[in-house]
């Protein structure tokens, strides 16, 4: 490996839901023309242009969105995964609350699945994802009434 090459490598853990720690892996994968051309230098680190980190849950939905652009299975299971914990955490509702949150994410993924990266980590930068927690406050009073 050379020096540049090591620059960039940044070691991968699995984290627990619960855990701080930010998964930032290294693509190896090629992205389309128009991405690498957006991204130039940094294509190969589109998890790293996230750079507003303050609201976790408009991390992870960030980070989600990036790696279903990038048909990155694996991530996908860990942010859905995140996700899915920290959506149920904003209600009480106890009875099928993993259902509820995830078709709370569903829902936002449907809204956004025509972004691209570029416009993925524009959005995160601007704390555009951050109102998942109120969409997750909404469905849960909804199922509660219902």
Partial sequence: MN?????????????????????????????DPRTEMLLGREAKRPYELVTRRTNIINLRFAYFLIAIQ?????RQRQEYTHLLWLIGRTGDYEAE???????????????????????????ANQNSFAYLWIAGKRDFANARQS
């Avoid at 540049?4 to 984290?15: G, H, M, S």
């Avoid at 619960?18 to 090629?30: A, D, K, N, R, T």
């Avoid at 259902?99 to 699945?113: D, F, M, Q, V, Y």
Wanted: net charge negative; glycine share 4%; proline share 7%.
């Fill in 3 to 31: 020096e540049t090459e090591n620059d960039y490598a940044v070691p991968v853990a699995i984290a627990e839901p619960e855990s701080g720690e930010i998964l930032i892996p290294v693509m190896e994968e090629e992205l």
């Fill in 97 to 123: 609350w993993k259902s509820i949150a995830g078709l709370c994410i569903t829902k936002e993924i449907s809204k956004h699945s025509h972004l691209d990266i570029p416009t993925i980590i524009a959005s």
């Fill in 70 to 74: 990038l048909d990155d299975e694996e």
